[in-house]
């Protein structure tokens, strides 16, 4: 494949006469869509059972080394997990994962249920589920093609879930700790895996699919390296991809524990709490104006829209009332979900699809690690400068993303991939 083809598949289609919308609900979307939909739920559940079962037990210095264990983990073996996805199948890789978190989240629930958990009982399954989780999503973006027609549609859909599950999650997780046992959480989590991987093993695929057979005969080392070629050939991704990276280390990692410092110092922990909430609202909404809008230049919307991204940190930073922190939230939350949507409609559409998972493994390496580096230095870097003006660089480093996306002319020129 040339350097060129990306572009090639992004020529606008002729004007013709008006054709209805795709069907999206199909029984293989339907399927698909409840197995990520109930999985997200029980990941968005994991993060508050973790900060309450293992603090309760270990501290925060606990929490801060499982919680390390599982995205250390992660990001040391995602680029293998696109390589193997590519090779065995998105689906069957999924499945697999989704089993072994099902074996890592049923083993905690029981030590739980039996006890106080050793510490590094808890580390190694954190470990194993991030493993898991290497090996899981790469396939993510692969699949979107193949069990629906319309891949924007679909983005757009899967988000609002996604939405609803961080809305839902914690608060869940939280009462049911609150009122049960720790491990009763494991145990729903646990199941939730079990649901996925059930109704992704359900899938039955076109047989002349990326996803249908096993590719053998390619080093591991081949692989990778032409995942690499295809992700540096195409500028407009390792650009977004490079941005990101600084956008993670200074707004999206030290965002949380500064914010929820501030916040819950000056107006209380309800406080932050509501605004999470609203930002999961402006989550939901923002998925639900993308099932709707289908600009001709979708990276270059999206990173308009991420300028709204700005009055998040700026809100926290200049110590807002409530009302205003609350806006702020919800106008970030849609902003992200714009151009989350944009983002991965456009990355389906534009790379071929026997190297998604590949390259989806590339992109998603440099995000995490950005924003893993970003949790790491926010400690650090307030010895440097205080919160409040931490919270305006962040502010100011979200307007000059938008800024340097926009100015990118592979970004900025992109065009929508037409319907297929």
Same mark, same amino acid.
């Given at each position: 494949?040339?350097?060129?083809?990306?572009?090639?598949?992004?020529?606008?289609?002729?004007?013709?006469?008006?054709?209805?919308?795709?069907?999206?609900?199909?029984?293989?979307?339907?399927?698909?869509?409840?197995?990520?939909?109930?999985?997200?739920?029980? %990941? /968005?559940?994991?993060?508050?059972?973790?900060?309450?079962?293992? +603090?309760? !037990?270990?501290? $925060? *210095?606990?929490? #801060?080394? =499982?919680?390390?264990?599982?995205?250390?983990?992660?990001?040391?073996?995602?680029?293998?997990?696109?390589?193997?996805?590519?090779?065995?199948?998105?689906?069957?890789?999924?499945?697999?994962?989704?089993?072994?978190?099902?074996?890592?989240?049923?083993?905690?629930?029981?030590?739980?249920?039996?006890?106080?958990?050793?510490?590094?009982?808890?580390?190694?399954?954190?470990?194993?589920?991030?493993?898991?989780?290497?090996?899981?999503?790469?396939?993510?973006?692969?699949?979107?093609?193949?069990?629906?027609?319309?891949?924007?549609?679909?983005?757009?859909?899967?988000?609002?879930? %996604? /939405?609803?599950?961080?809305?839902?999650?914690?608060?869940?997780? +939280?009462? !049911?700790?609150? $009122? *049960?046992?720790? #491990?009763? =959480?494991?145990?729903?989590?646990?199941?939730?895996?079990?649901?996925?991987?059930?109704?992704?093993?359900?899938?039955?695929?076109?047989?002349?699919?990326?996803?249908?057979?096993?590719?053998?005969?390619?080093?591991?080392?081949?692989?990778?390296?032409?995942?690499?070629?295809?992700?540096?050939?195409?500028?407009?991704?390792?650009?977004?991809?490079?941005?990101?990276?600084?956008?993670?280390?200074?707004?999206?990692?030290?965002?949380?524990?500064?914010?929820?410092?501030?916040?819950?110092?000056?107006?209380?922990?309800?406080?932050?709490?509501?605004?999470?909430?609203?930002?999961?609202?402006?989550?939901?909404?923002?998925?639900?104006?993308?099932?709707?809008?289908?600009?001709?230049?979708?990276?270059?919307? #999206?990173?308009?829209?991420?300028?709204?991204?700005?009055?998040?940190?700026?809100?926290?930073?200049?110590?807002?009332?409530?009302?205003?922190?609350?806006?702020?939230?919800?106008?970030?939350?849609?902003?992200?979900?714009?151009?989350?949507?944009?983002?991965?409609?456009?990355?389906?559409?534009?790379?071929?699809?026997?190297?998604?998972?590949?390259?989806?493994?590339?992109?998603?390496?440099?995000?995490?690690?950005?924003?893993?580096?970003?949790?790491?230095?926010?400690?650090?870097?307030?010895?440097?400068?205080?919160?409040?003006?931490?919270?305006?660089?962040?502010?100011?480093?979200?307007?000059?993303?938008?800024?340097?996306?926009?100015?990118?002319?592979?970004?900025?020129?992109?065009?929508?991939?037409?319907?297929?």
């Amino acid at each position: 494949m040339t350097t060129k083809q990306p572009e090639l598949r992004a020529r606008a289609v002729p004007a013709g006469p008006p054709t209805s919308p795709t069907p999206l609900w199909d029984r293989r979307f339907g399927l698909y869509f409840t197995a990520r939909a109930i999985s997200l739920l029980g %990941d /968005a559940m994991m993060p508050v059972a973790a900060a309450l079962a293992v +603090g309760a !037990l270990y501290g $925060v *210095t606990g929490v #801060g080394l =499982v919680l390390g264990a599982w995205t250390g983990t992660f990001v040391l073996l995602v680029l293998f997990g696109g390589v193997l996805s590519d090779r065995f199948g998105a689906r069957r890789m999924m499945v697999g994962a989704d089993l072994v978190r099902v074996a890592t989240q049923g083993v905690l629930a029981a030590a739980f249920f039996a006890g106080r958990p050793p510490f590094w009982l808890l580390v190694s399954m954190a470990a194993a589920a991030g493993a898991a989780v290497a090996m899981f999503l790469p396939g993510v973006n692969g699949m979107v093609p193949l069990v629906a027609r319309d891949p924007h549609r679909a983005n757009a859909t899967l988000k609002v879930a %996604d /939405a609803l599950a961080h809305l839902l999650g914690p608060a869940l997780a +939280g009462l !049911l700790i609150a $009122v *049960t046992d720790p #491990g009763t =959480v494991y145990a729903i989590d646990a199941a939730t895996f079990l649901v996925s991987a059930l109704c992704l093993a359900l899938l039955r695929l076109a047989p002349k699919t990326a996803d249908s057979a096993p590719r053998t005969g390619s080093s591991l080392r081949r692989d990778l390296r032409r995942g690499w070629r295809e992700f540096r050939a195409r500028t407009w991704m390792w650009a977004v991809v490079l941005i990101w990276v600084v956008h993670g280390v200074l707004v999206f990692g030290p965002l949380v524990p500064l914010a929820s410092a501030l916040i819950g110092d000056r107006l209380g922990p309800n406080a932050y709490g509501l605004a999470v909430s609203f930002l999961g609202a402006g989550t939901v909404l923002g998925g639900l104006l993308a099932l709707r809008l289908r600009p001709a230049r979708p990276l270059a919307a #999206g990173a308009t829209a991420m300028l709204l991204y700005t009055a998040l940190p700026l809100s926290v930073a200049l110590d807002a009332g409530l009302p205003v922190l609350l806006t702020a939230h919800a106008l970030a939350g849609g902003a992200l979900a714009f151009w989350s949507v944009m983002w991965a409609t456009s990355v389906q559409t534009h790379t071929p699809p026997e190297v998604l998972n590949r390259v989806s493994a590339y992109e998603l390496a440099g995000s995490v690690s950005g924003i893993s580096a970003g949790q790491l230095l926010a400690g650090p870097a307030t010895t440097l400068a205080t919160p409040h003006h931490f919270l305006l660089l962040s502010a100011a480093t979200c307007v000059a993303a938008s800024v340097a996306l926009l100015a990118v002319p592979a970004i900025r020129t992109l065009r929508r991939a037409p319907s297929t």
